[in-house]
């Protein structure tokens, strides 16, 4: 019997690909919706400390943001 991973959630989809490792079809499925779901913006990398710094700091505000919520 097949499961319907249609109907999974990605909790439980990721739960199933990790107890199943060799089941393809799944992880598949799995990349395919994670990666269909992912931002498609892109940035130029750091070309200086200054930028490297900057895009240090946007990191560490973004994580404090995620632990507030």
Sequence with gaps: MKPGFNSMNKTQLRAYVIAHPNNKVAF???????????????????????E???VDILIRNKLEQLKKN
């Design 52 to 54: 490297v710094e900057e």
């Design 28 to 50: 598949h499925i799995f990349v395919d919706r994670f990666t269909s779901e992912a931002p498609t913006e892109t940035f130029d990398i750091p070309k200086s400390i200054a």
